[in-house]
């Protein structure tokens, strides 16, 4: 059996949750490849909204097995925080989720050394969500961090304060307050609580589920041009988020890779800094993010909003070797009388059609425009009865991206999904 993988294919935020979810009755077994809480992943049925931020977002299908794989970084504070939620749903979380043993943890002090290193840059801060994601994996690469393993180990308490301390060195370097006793006590109540869950060499057992014929499905967080080699550096996440990353950050093999499932929204959205070619700062762009309800899920920060960008969507699909796509959010559009998709961009006075180094001021992106539609399209369920408008939109962008489109996400809930 292969292993499939969904991944986002913009700078996150793509609907990557609602989809797993979606998806996941066809799976035995969802797993989490890399990031942290920094994910907000939400789902929505049965009246009800969740947001996960660690955790697959197959945990409602009581069928199904989640794992957290190695590549993600843990907060053992948003995690209680997180399982708490889940058994107010009554969810029976224990039973169905695995955890690796070489997932490193997110410490209080990485909060403290993330929130210290965004202030201090003032105007060119990153918009790091100030999670502790990005000190976690630079302890990950420097060899210094604390792993889930270690919390079962003797001297674990000793590894801690040494890792601790050694960030409150660094944190010399600040001019910034702060105070870990709250928060650290609560991560021990955390540390105790993963402790009764199932820590496992999920490397091994994804392989022995992968042998034994098994479905995994591999689900990414944050999107494509976040990616820290690929993404639009240095304003990116800290870890792989292209289909590569579920390898290293699951321990499978490149030729164990089946379908790689690429989801985009209908338009496109960026928090925080960094380039963005088809931003709209004016009232379409405000539209778009009245609409869509366009703020973090992890943050609560409003999002940017701009038209579709092909050039970059290609790009994503390239490095990725995806094999089909969801599109999300199409019923956002829904109203606009013109719609437009950037087809390639004026870099140098010259036309480019791919997504370049240098993306910046410079690059100045050219549009085709659609007639749009006024139809609310969110209880349709049949492709054949969406908008002659917005069919013609899809199929555009199936004739440039070569990849078909089997699933229209056409609201936020489960049962607003159509599949061709």
Not at 171 to 194: R, S, V
Not at 279 to 302: D, I, M, S, V, Y
Request: charged content about 25%; aromatic content about 10%; overall charge neutral.
């Amino acid at each position: 059996m292969k292993l499939d993988v969904l991944l986002g294919l913009q700078w996150g935020d793509e609907g990557k949750g609602k989809i797993v979810d979606v998806l996941a009755p066809n799976y035995n077994v969802i797993a989490r490849f890399q990031g942290g809480p920094n994910a907000g992943h939400s789902l929505e049925f049965n009246q009800i909204k969740h947001v996960l931020h660690t955790i697959p977002s197959g945990v409602f299908n009581p069928n199904t097995i989640n794992i957290i794989g190695n590549g993600v970084v843990i907060d053992p504070v948003i995690f209680m925080e997180e399982i708490n939620e889940l058994k107010k749903l009554k969810v029976d979380i224990q039973k169905n989720l695995f955890i690796s043993k070489r997932a490193h943890l997110i410490l209080p002090s990485h909060r403290i050394l993330d929130a210290a290193s965004e202030a201090s840059k003032g105007k060119t801060k990153i918009g790091s969500t100030l999670k502790g994601i990005g000190p976690t994996y630079m302890d990950k690469t420097g060899r210094n961090g604390l792993r889930i393993g270690d919390i079962i180990n003797p001297g674990f308490n000793d590894k801690y304060e040494f890792l601790k301390n050694k960030h409150y060195e660094i944190l010399k370097l600040y001019d910034f307050d702060y105070n870990l006793t709250a928060y650290e006590e609560k991560w021990f109540q955390g540390i105790e609580l993963i402790k009764q869950f199932k820590l496992v060499e999920s490397e091994h057992l994804i392989n022995q589920y992968l042998e034994d014929d098994q479905s995994v499905l591999a689900e990414g967080a944050q999107g494509t041009l976040l990616d820290i080699d690929f993404g639009s550096y240095p304003f990116v996440t800290s870890s792989n988020t292209i289909c590569a990353g579920a390898c290293t950050g699951l321990g499978v093999a490149p030729n164990k890779i089946g379908n790689v499932i690429g989801i985009f929204k209908a338009y496109c959205t960026r928090v925080g800094s960094g380039p963005f070619p088809t931003e709209l700062e004016n009232n379409e762009g405000k539209q778009l993010r009245k609409q869509g309800h366009e703020f973090g899920a992890t943050t609560g920060r409003p999002r940017r909003c701009g038209w579709l960008d092909l050039p970059a969507l290609k790009y994503a699909i390239m490095l990725n070797g995806v094999t089909q796509l969801v599109v999300t959010k199409a019923d956002v559009l829904s109203g606009f009388d013109t719609i437009k998709v950037c087809t390639h961009y004026i870099l140098n006075k010259k036309k480019v059609d791919y997504l370049p180094y240098e993306v910046d001021e410079q690059l100045q992106p050219v549009y085709k425009e659609f007639k749009g539609w006024k139809e609310v399209i969110t209880k349709i369920k049949s492709f054949t009865d969406l908008p002659a408008a917005f069919k013609s939109y899809l199929q555009f962008i199936e004739d440039e991206i070569k990849v078909p489109i089997k699933i229209i996400s056409v609201g936020p809930n489960r049962s607003e999904t159509i599949q061709k």
